[in-house]
């Protein structure tokens, strides 16, 4: 059984000896499924928190008390490695994907090239649409590399909702009045999502690579390492496979 923790917040450095897990927000079922499994197969559990990589970069800056770091962009956990703040330079674990949705009942419609984006732009029904904040979510980022090149991002001005990561940018897509948004793919295979939504997977050459990579704290524990040495078995990594992840490496 996973142990919940709240998104994106600091947990108590307490006696508590389940390890406290910081974890990209796209994330949220592959991980589950994964620290579930490992918890039946091993008896130890792990606490997960799901949030933006950024802001986690930052908390881990300061010595949150994190014992693993799974972050969406490798680039943040190399950077606490060049800082010195973990055991080594990590290992990449996954590479993810971005989708478009809309919330059944919108106008907008959906497919890969954004066509329906474009033309739901141009009869001025799109009032708001949802990605994850770029200033500090991976997948925010790539989700404005691909409304440039499709140059869908001066028009969508003053239209943007941002959210704090990219499980929240999901919530704002498909309710509270939103048209549509970018996503992380992992997140629209949840069957809850088919019931209140529509998809459509983004090329993966429209924008960067989302080349995540997970390093353990230097106040990494016994069981925190045994966690990071399980996500990378055969396993674990068909699990992350099932919710729309590549592995690294892989063809994609």
């Known amino acids: 059984m996973v142990a919940p923790a709240a998104a994106q917040s600091v947990p108590n450095p307490g006696p508590n000896p389940v390890p406290n897990i910081a974890a990209a927000a796209d994330l949220r079922l592959a991980l ?36 693993l770091f799974l972050s969406a962009d490798e680039d943040y956990v190399l950077a606490l490695a060049k800082a010195g703040k973990t055991v080594d330079r990590g290992t990449p674990y996954a590479i993810g994907r971005l989708a478009v949705v809309a919330p059944k009942g919108s106008s907008m419609q959906v497919d890969s090239n954004l066509a329906g ?62 048209q549509g948004g970018i996503v992380a793919y992992s997140l629209v295979l949840d069957p809850a999502f088919a019931l209140r939504a529509r998809y459509a997977l983004i090329p993966a050459a429209w924008h960067r690579p989302l080349r995540q990579r997970m390093v353990l704290m230097k106040a990494a524990g016994p069981v925190a390492q045994r966690f990071y040495r399980y996500i990378q078995q055969p396993a674990a990594r068909r699990i992350f496979v099932r919710h729309g992840f590549a592995l690294p490496g892989e063809a994609r």
Request: glycine share 12%; hydrophobic share 40%.
């Open 117 to 178: 984006l474009r033309a739901a732009l141009r009869a001025g029904q799109i009032t708001r649409f949802a990605i994850a904040n770029p200033a500090h979510a991976p997948y925010g980022k790539r989700a404005e590399e691909v409304l440039r090149r499709g140059q869908l991002w001066e028009p969508l001005t003053g239209k943007l909702v941002l959210g704090e990561n990219v499980s929240q940018a999901l919530q704002f897509a498909t309710a509270g009045g939103a």
């Open 32 to 67: 589950t499924e994964v620290a579930a499994a490992f918890t039946r197969d091993t008896g130890q559990k792990v606490s997960l928190t799901f949030g933006s990589s950024g802001n986690f970069y930052r908390q881990l800056q300061q010595g949150a008390p994190f014992q």
